[in-house]
């Protein structure tokens, strides 16, 4: 028999380090933090056609979970309870309740799996290459986040404009290393998102 925690046993729990670069990822794209009475949430949200994203997403996380993922019109989603680790994060990503890059605890996670997470959240395959869709990032933030793409995983891009705002693309030169050290983390669902 599982046993379950509680919600204040929940709020208590230490996030492994896979969880931290499963929100982070997710913070990077669709993901966001929701307040609530206690502090903050981590919610994730999809449309349906993402059912076994989502599902996959609330499998690493069903610790911090009250209840499981529902769907609602179009959508199908799920939030955590409050934590203390979503509250130190929201403090990190939002000013003035506008998404920032808080560039140090990015780094610090940068990983092909937050990789991963990130482009199955907003990455789009273009042709033999493939676009994050950073659109909520200045282009300041998107410049720092191609540095860590380059520094930490030898990843090389350039940005695009695209709706008077910027995007990151992965060049055609580092598709192969980017699919060599994403894919293993990609669920089968998602690899519609990688060029073949």
């Keep these: 028999m599982v046993e379950t925690l509680s919600i204040k046993q929940m709020r208590g729990v230490t996030l492994s380090r896979q969880q931290r670069e499963l929100v982070i990822g997710s913070l990077l794209g669709d993901g966001y933090l929701v307040k609530t009475t206690k502090g903050f949430a981590f919610r994730v949200n999809h ?30 989603y799920f939030r955590t309870v409050s934590h203390p680790y979503f509250t130190y994060l929201h403090r990190q990503f ?18 092909p799996f937050m990789l991963a997470v990130w482009i199955m959240d907003d990455g789009t395959k273009c042709g033999n290459q493939l676009r994050i869709n950073s659109h909520c990032f200045s282009i300041e933030e998107n410049i720092q986040l191609q ?4 520094a930490k995983l030898g990843i090389k891009s350039v940005l695009n404009r695209d709706k008077g705002m910027v995007r990151i693309r992965i060049i ?8 060599a050290q994403i894919k293993p983390y990609i669920i089968p669902s998602m690899l519609y998102k990688l060029p073949p």
């Design 47 to 76: 449309s349906i056609r993402q059912k076994v994203y989502v599902d996959w997403k609330y499998s690493l996380l069903k610790n911090l979970v009250n209840s499981s993922p529902k769907s609602s019109g179009k959508c199908y």
């Design 94 to 111: 939002y000013s003035d309740g506008k998404k920032i890059l808080p560039s140090s605890l990015v780094e610090e996670n940068f990983t």
């Design 147 to 150: 540095k860590f793409l380059s």
């Design 172 to 179: 055609e030169e580092s598709m192969e290393d980017l699919i």
